[in-house]
């Protein structure tokens, strides 16, 4: 058997290079934000519900691909169709992730041991799929910090990193309902160290 855990946060808190500390310990990783990419690759079905809502002027010069950038600029400008843009992917993302927690839950092990599976995504407490966890971890970054980080990683404005922060829970609301949290203010040592107790907080579960 598993243990099923979840990873979440805000937007750039550092939950990728947490999930990546946590794959060095051993942990098996199933990342959403790749299975997001991969349910609107050309022709899947939503992809072509989101061509047909949002038309062909969201795809890339190629006619194939959608761009992201530039879906996201209208979504996030308007509350409607971030919800029904989310209310074609997340049931894609959802069912795909169901479908590799039982894959793993389903495994036997020479050893005995379980294994630990953790399900590094955005939205967890979002799309309530909280449930399906065992226990989550919420990585924790300042908001102040996360604008700096958005202006800087994606060339926002500071409006801009603020509207995709409001579209998501607290971070600060997270963390009340969250199993473990990181700290993530502060030097990647002191996010490794967090990293390891929980890891062996987690291992003395099995």
Do not use: C
């Not at 047909?52 to 969201?58: C, I, M, R, S, T």
């Not at 795909?96 to 953790?118: A, C, E, F, Q």
């Not at 967890?124 to 604008?147: G, H, N």
Request: glycine share 4%; hydrophobic share 40%; net charge positive.
């Amino acid at each position: 058997m598993a243990l099923i855990i979840g990873l979440t946060g805000g937007i750039v808190s550092g939950k990728t290079t947490v999930a990546k500390m946590f794959k060095d310990l051993g942990a098996k990783i199933i990342d959403a934000d790749e299975l997001g990419h991969s349910v609107i690759r050309p022709h899947k079905t939503a992809w072509a519900k989101i061509v047909k809502l949002f038309g062909k002027e969201v795809l890339k010069e190629d006619l194939l691909n959608i761009d992201r950038k530039k879906l996201g600029k209208i979504v996030f400008n308007d509350q409607r169709l971030l919800r029904k843009l989310n209310e074609i992917t997340h049931p894609e993302i959802i069912k795909m992730i169901k479908r590799k927690i039982d894959l793993v839950k389903n495994s036997t092990y020479k050893d005995g041991k379980k294994r630990i599976l953790i399900i590094d995504a955005a939205l967890i407490y979002e799309t309530k799929i909280d449930r399906l966890m065992d226990k989550i971890i919420v990585v924790y970054i300042d908001e102040d910090e996360q604008i700096k980080r958005l202006i800087k990683r994606d060339n926002f404005s500071y409006d801009e990193a603020l509207q995709r922060i409001k579209s998501q829970i607290p971070i600060k609301q997270k963390v009340e309902m969250a199993d473990y949290v990181i700290d993530n203010n502060n030097s990647l040592d002191k996010t490794r160290e967090q990293v390891k107790e929980i890891w062996q907080s987690l291992i003395s579960q099995n």
